[in-house]
């Protein structure tokens, strides 16, 4: 992109200085309307030797002795308007041009039009319509540089129109207004932008006005005056820099309160809800640089200091000394939700901050971080201490991070040693009475955490860690569970979670575990729960008012793709609502291997007990995968006993093939005729075939028959018959 608006402003530059070098040659000898349009050919003509696109000019008039005028400059190529300017004028003065001086009092271009396409190796159009143009090696000896004045140079109502691959580049940018001047000498230079604004459009983006004055000597320069407002947001600055020994400068920027909301588009990523007015100032001396910055948003602040003692020295002269810094910091009333884009963080950030170091490089610098947010809240909780110890020397780090408040205490203490190559580290979490709730904000999380947990272990590469760690809990709480004790201890190696033991009680249950998990070799994990009521894990269980106590053995073995799982419950006596039953045993197996998942499973449970019925038992087996399963059922009391064998095909669409269903009540027996029947269900539709449950296959037969379709859209067609049906042995007692 830059290397084509350099294209441009070459090729503008050799449109103007070469019409006006023929215009100022042909003025000595002619001014007749004629030889004017001549002159307006031949530039045109001339134009073909650097452009591979068409130059037209439309007229061209003026005194050549004081100014000229060029109306409608058009440039196309390959049928595309790339360039047209309205009109470009200029007053100039020809006698100083004897001394080497180039005076034009006067520059005036309207209504400027551009357009820029890029095609898809990247490349531009106005890259493209320039010829090459030989090098050649000037033998001319240079006896200095140019003076050049243009005290008064205007652009009005410039547009450039843009398509791009890149969405962030604007579409449109119209509205270009600019006044300027220009002076340079063989030792300096000096700019004054009084006046610029534009318009962007897709995305939106305007620059209301930018003003500065620039002057630039060889070992001097100075920015003054610099203005820039844009729809929401304005910046005032200043700057100066010497570059001769002493090398000293200074830099100051000013800005209202910050609207990052009108740069979304740029930089998408980038949004804080928080619009702090911006205070900066700049100092260097010899190699000293010193920055200090200050954000206020209403009472919120944040005031840093960074100093080094050799960052000029570090940046300008490759100096080979470890660069050395320092950052002192004050927050005060900082809503950290606000800087960070997430307003669901309540934290009300309050205290010091500092870091001081030498080198940037981890494994050879020395860096140590420190800060005290005593006066911090957290969640509405304010905290009676938040300390941050940590230092690096040399790719060791060690740290304390403490906080104690409303919400409990804690302390984390790291420690690492060749942290770049082969990390070494040890880490202790220990807490007190620590109330997650509070700490986080969320109220689902309320707990009373008393524990100590520690770390050891070699390399951060999955595939290489080397860890141990153990857990210890006791007289805590999380959420309704009383957590009386927690005791782990685990290694990983190898890609293998080793665990030593695993031991949970709590008022209610007690749960061991023991074995290992191998992310890529052969796993073994063997647990056993014991539990007497389930009030604690209510929170866990989708039911209400489920009494009930019993045991849950499962082990799981085998390879990451192929688990082989095994699971035992039973429960006593238990109770739901209006539901008792006295013991329940649940057994399953499955082979876990995705696609070609299997499993079996069988439930048996005795006396089972809902309101005004009883069923002595209930014996289910259910076999399948995951794409079809089998289930055996069957029910019995001393009235009724009924079996049933039917097929599940999950889907979209679920269908139910029943191929067996006898029912024996009161001396009544009941079959399922010509089997199999078949129900499909479906979120809209509900389809029965051939379903026909008869006491024998004579016409005399109690009978019961469906088929058709139940449909929430479109046209129906279901039937049932229920035919001889003997109600006086149904509700005989």
């Known amino acids: 992109m830059k290397k084509t608006i350099k294209n441009i402003l070459r090729i503008l530059g050799w449109i103007v200085l070469g019409i006006i070098f023929i215009l100022i040659l042909a003025s000595v000898l002619i001014q007749t309307r004629p030889v004017k349009n001549k002159l307006a050919n031949i530039a045109e003509n001339q134009s073909s030797r650097f452009l591979q696109g068409d130059l037209t000019i439309g007229k061209i008039d003026g005194t050549f002795f004081t ?51 890029q095609y898809p190796d990247s490349t531009w159009n106005f890259d493209k319509i320039i010829k090459p143009i030989p090098e050649k090696k000037d033998t001319v000896e240079k006896t200095g540089g140019a003076n050049l004045n243009f005290p008064d140079f205007s652009l009005t109502n410039g547009k450039i129109k843009i398509s791009a691959l890149d969405t962030v580049i604007p579409n449109l940018v119209d509205s270009i207004n600019t006044q300027l001047s220009f002076q340079l000498s063989e030792d300096e230079m000096t700019s004054e932008i009084s006046e610029f604004s534009l318009h962007t459009r897709q995305p939106d983006f305007r620059i209301n006005q930018l003003e ?16 820039l407002k844009t729809a929401k947001n304005q910046i005032k600055g200043t700057a100066s820099y010497q570059t001769e020994n002493p090398r000293k400068g200074e830099a100051n920027l000013e800005a209202e309160p910050i609207h990052l909301e009108e740069f979304e588009y740029f930089i ?162 220990e807490t007190r009475k620590l109330n997650l709730a509070q700490l986080l904000g969320n109220d689902t999380l309320s707990s009373n955490l008393n524990l100590i947990a520690t770390i050891d272990g070699e390399n951060f590469e999955p595939e290489k860690i080397d860890a141990h760690t153990i857990v210890k809990m006791s007289d805590s709480r999380f959420q309704k569970i009383e957590l009386d004790t927690l005791f782990t201890e685990a290694n990983y190696s190898d890609e293998n979670i080793i665990i030593d033991s695993l031991l949970l009680k709590t008022q209610t249950a007690s749960v061991n575990a023991a074995g290992n998990y191998n992310l890529e070799g052969k796993s073994d994990i063997h647990l056993l729960a014991e ?93 399948g995968n995951l794409d079809s399963m089998v289930l055996d059922a069957n029910l019995a009391n001393e009235e ?23 029912i024996n009540y009161k001396n009544q027996e009941w079959a399922l005729q010509q089997p199999p029947a078949i129900v499909k269900i479906d979120s809209v539709n509900y389809e029965v075939e051939n379903f026909r449950l008869a006491t024998n296959p004579s016409d005399s037969a109690q009978v019961i028959e469906a088929e058709g379709k139940i449909t929430r859209q479109g046209e129906e067609n279901f039937k049932l018959k229920i035919a001889n049906i003997d109600i006086s042995k149904i509700i005989e007692t």
């Open 640 to 662: 009724l006993n009924t079996s049933i064998t039917t097929g599940f095909v999950p889907g979209d669409e679920l269908k139910l093939i029943i191929n067996k269903w006898e």
């Open 268 to 429: 998408p990523e980038f949004r804080i809800p928080a619009k702090p007015g911006l205070d900066l100032k700049t100092r260097i001396n010899g190699d000293s640089v010193m920055v200090t910055i200050n954000l206020k948003d209403q009472e919120q602040q944040i005031e840093l200091v960074a100093h080094s003692s050799n960052l000029a020295d570090y940046l300008f002269n490759n100096s080979d000394e470890p660069l050395d810094y320092h950052l002192d910091g004050e927050l005060k009333q900082v809503i950290l939700g606000e800087w960070i884009g997430n307003p669901e963080i309540d934290y009300l950030i309050n205290g010091d901050i500092s870091a001081s170091g030498k080198g940037i490089e981890p494994a050879d610098a020395t860096i140590v971080v420190k800060a005290n947010l005593n006066e911090t809240v957290v969640e509405k909780q304010r905290l009676k201490e938040l300390l941050i110890d940590l230092e690096l020397n040399r790719g060791n780090l060690r740290g304390l991070v403490r906080g104690d408040g409303e919400f409990g205490w804690f302390e984390v203490q790291p420690q690492i040693t060749d942290i770049l190559e082969n990390p070494v580290y040890t880490a202790t979490l």
């Open 531 to 623: 539990f007497n009521g389930t009030e604690e894990f209510s929170t866990y269980i989708p039911v209400d008012s489920l009494n009930t106590s019993g045991k849950l053995e499962a082990r799981l073995r085998g390879q990451k793709d192929s688990l082989h799982l095994i699971a035992d419950v039973a429960l006593n006596e238990s109770q739901y609502k209006e539901i008792i039953l006295q013991k329940l045993n649940f057994n399953a197996e499955g082979q876990i291997a995705g696609k070609d998942t299997t499993f079996t499973a069988d439930l048996l449970v005795r006396s089972f007990v809902n309101g005004d019925m009883t069923l002595d038992s209930i014996h289910a087996q259910v076999e």
């Open 212 to 227: 500065l004055l620039l002057n630039q000597k060889p070992d001097y320069f100075e920015l003054k005056n610099f203005y």
């Open 67 to 117: 100014g000229i005028s060029i109306e409608d400059i058009l440039l196309t190529y390959e049928g595309d308007t790339l360039l047209f300017v309205d009109e470009l004028s200029a007053k100039y003065n020809l006698w100083p041009i004897i001394t080497g001086k180039i005076e034009i009092p006067e520059a005036r271009i309207k209504q400027p039009y551009i357009y820029l396409k």
